[in-house]
Nanobody
């Protein structure tokens, strides 16, 4: 059973960088052929795919967020990380990490983290 868990600060100030880590257990983030994604859900809105890092280490991003999104990984810890720069209150959302078979979302996720609330406020 694959398990994912998000961690990181729940409050970020505007203009700062949001950083979250997803810790994976029960499966390796280097296993062919899976993609490890970040998805967020602003209050009252639907899920939005942000980006993913592949089993190979290649990264893929939503066009709307690419300019300020960076996903990286630490294979020794079986973790991958989201960095979202220059945040505004519109970035307030529940953030999820998830596993899926496609390099681009949405859809196909078979395992999800519980999600973590991040609020952008001064």
């Amino acid at each position: 059973q694959v398990q994912l868990q998000e961690s990181g600060p729940g409050l970020v100030k505007p203009s700062q960088t949001l950083s979250l880590t997803c810790t994976v257990s029960g499966g390796s983030i280097t296993t062919n052929y899976y993609y490890w994604s970040w998805i967020h859900q602003p209050p009252g809105k639907g899920l939005e795919w942000m980006g993913a890092i592949a089993y190979s280490g290649s990264t893929y991003y939503s066009p709307s967020l690419k300019s300020r999104t960076s996903i990286s990984r630490d294979t020794s810890k079986n973790q991958f990380t989201l960095q979202l720069s220059s945040v505004t209150p519109e970035d307030t959302a529940v953030y999820y990490c998830a596993r899926g078979p496609f390099r681009y979302g949405p859809g196909g996720y078979d395992y999800w983290g519980q999600g973590t609330q991040v609020t952008v406020s001064s």
